[in-house]
């Protein structure tokens, strides 16, 4: 969908947390620039643009891609919507990899069929599954994924180092990993 290769084109991350770090990482490998909104500032060498989440409309305005990685807060909730679509460029790709309820699905369904962006991906969608009736499944530049971006080979293995890991700090009163406040 998207002409030329991916060297200097920009990608955009909502929330910056390790799915948002880790495809930081993958963006800079292809040489891409990197812009986040993040609530707390981190530095980082994969970050070439912070963004707070306020300015959000003002950081995917300039973004190829666009990454929901957020997960479900009162903030979060259903903050992509039309404002947001009609703010990217018509050429942008919409990424959801965070949660289906960040996400107006109707209003994703205006920006993708009427053309206020090129095509989206989602991982996640609010229900899940996406009810058989969604006019999201009709259209040609929406790919529906079952939730399953982070599965691999090694999925398991990795879901039982993060248990013990989050136990041992647990019981040593540390904060856990991978905890959404």
């Not at 920009?10 to 947390?17: K, S, T």
């Not at 909104?37 to 666009?66: A, G, H, Q, Y």
């Not at 919409?94 to 090129?118: H, K, M, W």
């Not at 530049?141 to 700090?169: Q, Y």
């Amino acid at each position: 969908l998207l002409p030329g290769e991916l060297t200097d084109m920009i990608i955009g991350i909502a929330g910056f947390g390790g799915i948002g770090k880790e495809i930081a990482r993958l963006a800079k490998a292809f040489r891409m620039k990197v812009y986040a909104t993040k609530r707390n500032p981190v530095s980082s060498d994969n970050l070439d643009r912070l963004f707070k989440p306020s300015d959000l409309e003002e950081m995917i305005k300039e973004c190829d891609f666009v990454v929901n990685c957020l997960p479900v807060t009162q903030e979060t909730e259903k903050v992509f919507s039309l404002n947001q679509f009609k703010a990217m460029r018509e050429s942008a790709m919409f990424i959801n990899v965070g949660r289906g309820e960040t996400v107006q699905e109707q209003d994703l369904f205006t920006a993708l069929d009427s053309g206020e962006i090129a095509c989206a991906a989602l991982d996640t969608t609010d229900p899940e599954p996406l009810a058989q009736d969604s006019p999201l499944w009709e259209l040609k530049n929406c790919f529906i994924t079952p939730h399953d971006s982070a599965w691999g080979p090694r999925a398991p293995e990795r879901a039982v180092n993060l248990f013990l890991e989050n136990m041992k700090r647990y019981l040593s009163n540390k904060k856990i990993l991978n905890l959404v406040e």
